[in-house]
């Protein structure tokens, strides 16, 4: 299957920072990336859906000034966490499909604690 | 709206035991149907789908589905379960191309010896 990566799998920063995560699909192109968002013992929740070289869609409750979504190319996304603070700590994950595709591909997944 | 319910949120089961894994379903219309296996700390990996066609949809590692559409159910099974398998398992739909996936909440399933 296509692969999908995710770097840093694991990041620790204090309050008040900004974070950025990206996500890559290595063996094909993906027209369209979703960020999801994982608490512990919980499912995944979308956040966002963004296409290649236009805006992101956010999901109701997602603020979008503070989760920004650039999604520049056909193989990656990036989910910068912007002032970061300890209520954002949570495992990101991201996916990707490639157009006319219903499977989607997930990445490995991004462990974010904020400090 | 669509939305999906995992009806166990842990099974306890010993090794070598089949399995059963509940999913239902809410949608107004036609919806394509996923498993998805999560190992801790990790990302996502697809089990098994349903498109369209036999309703009985197998995929890897063993594990089998039946799609039900009068009973909007997609219960995963498995007749032999290993300890390996110890891992949440989300059931998840969309219903069009292009579309999101909805989640339902997740099964732990753990398998013991």
């Known amino acids: 299957g296509a692969v999908v990566s995710q770097h840093p799998s694991r990041v620790i920063c204090k309050s008040g920072t900004s974070v950025k995560i990206e996500c890559r699909s290595l063996?094909?192109?993906?027209?369209?990336m979703f960020w999801y968002r994982q608490f512990p013992k919980q499912s995944l929740m979308l956040m966002a859906t963004?296409?290649?070289?236009?805006?992101?869609?956010?999901e109701q409750g997602v603020e979008k000034d503070k989760f920004l979504i650039n999604h520049a190319s056909l193989t990656l996304s990036t989910l910068t966490v912007t002032s970061a603070h300890p209520e954002d700590s949570s495992f990101y994950i991201c996916?990707?499909?490639?157009?006319?595709?219903?499977?989607?591909?997930f990445g490995e997944g991004s462990r974010l604690t904020v400090l | 709206a669509q939305s999906v319910t995992q009806l166990d949120s842990q099974v306890p089961v010993f090794e070598e035991a089949p399995v059963e894994l509940r999913c239902n379903y809410s949608s107004s219309v036609s919806v394509y149907l996923f498993w998805y296996v999560q190992y801790p700390n990790q990302g996502l990996q697809l089990l098994l789908k349903y498109l369209s066609g036999s309703t009985l949809v197998k995929g890897i590692n063993g594990f089998e589905a039946e799609f039900n559409k009068s009973q909007t159910s997609f219960h995963l099974r498995k007749p032999s379960v290993h300890i390996s398998d110890t891992a949440e398992y989300f059931c998840a739909i969309t219903y069009n191309q292009g579309g999101k996936l909805i989640f339902g909440q997740g099964t732990e399933l753990s398998v013991k010896p």
């Open positions: 996916s990707a499909r490639v157009a006319g595709d219903r499977e989607l591909f």
């Open positions: 963004s296409n290649e070289g236009s805006k992101a869609t956010y």
């Open positions: 063996d094909f192109q993906a027209t369209t």
